[in-house]
């Protein structure tokens, strides 16, 4: 499985087109715009969100509700793009017509990808830039991310998340239970945090960083649970599944770090207090006595919960402007803005769950080859039996 994605932030739409899902799964665009709210949600942000409704078009791959094997696309219009239309055109522009466009961009943002990809790809309009590195592109992740859960769903697979902190105000350490009790919770939050105490100073701190035109970032964790043992790889950098994740999730929009299970701390426990002993009952087979490894070993999936932590930076585009320097007359320039988001932090709590979603499909597409997902839910049903007994 594969997917990619074309679309500007203020252009017409958003398009995915995954290739590789397995023939006759049952694909509603329900199912799509149901990630695709969620992704809009969430507490702090600015009032693009208010102006888009995202609700996908499925144009390919998909006949009477199951997919059929052949490539799927999928398309979200942008609803912004009516305000911006003689600014993203795509026909040739005369040159009077060029002096006159509208929201050049000659001021780049400090931390955003304006003034490197401006410079790279020879844009004086840093504009060029910016349509395509904002993260409105994340909508056509999720897409991708929400086919990916569906096919996971068939499988016994579950997917979540929520927040753990955001601008300092960590959530109390709350140890994973149920994934059905922690998708419940985490979507009734508005900042989408398990506890209610951190959630209320959570959202104090990004109403504060608005008064003060600053952003805030912060930390979300996904989980997934169901996996068969062995998905990835030890035998190849390239094979190894948590590897691939952690670049899933460093790829989306202002993510710094990843971790996985107790991550950095095991830099500060001794080997007896990381690693988990490895216990057999007839109705489970193999499992962790605990899993500070999050759920994998040897870059393979130990049949654990998988457990991801994500850290996002605060947003770069400040209504508190930072310095920075006009490209056209090299003078130094506060940048004033339009609009932004101040904390995007539950939102891309959401991206994330949906870009690990599509990795973890994709690596169990590829260990059991199947183009037809009843015969992949019966390899994997078969894999099961066999790791149990082993
Ligand atoms: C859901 C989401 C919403 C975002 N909203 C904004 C925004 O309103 N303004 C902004 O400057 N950056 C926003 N960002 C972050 C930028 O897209 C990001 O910082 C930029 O593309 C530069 O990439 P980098 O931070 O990964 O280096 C958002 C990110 C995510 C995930
Ligand atoms: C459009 C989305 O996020 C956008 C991401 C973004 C950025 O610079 O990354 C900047 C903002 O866009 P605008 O400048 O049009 O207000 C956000 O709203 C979205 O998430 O759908």
Known sequence: MRYLTAGESHGPQQTTIIEGVPAHMEL???DINRELKRRQGGYGRGRRMQIEKDLVEIVSGVRHGKTTGAPIALVVKNDDFKSWTDVMGVEPLSE????QVRRKVTHPRPGHADLNGGIKYGHRDMRNVLERSSAR???????????????????GIEVAGHVLEIGGVKAKDISYKDIYELQEKS?????????KEAERKMMEAIDQAKKEGDSIGGVVQTVVTGMPVGVGSHVHYDRKLDSKIAGAVVSINAFKGVEIGIGFEAARRPGSEVHDEILWDEEKGYYRRTNNLGGFEGGMTNGMPLVIQGVMKPIPTLYKPLQSVDIDTKEPFQASIERSDSCAVPAASVVMENVIAFEVAKALVEMFHADRIDALKESIENHRTWAREF
């Open 28 to 30: 509603l665009k329900e």
């Open 137 to 155: 592109e994340t909508t056509a992740r999720v897409c991708a991310g929400a086919v990916a859960k569906k096919l996971l769903k068939t499988l």
């Open 96 to 99: 009077e017509e060029e002096q």
């Open 187 to 195: 979507e009734a939050s508005p900042v989408r945090c398990l506890d």
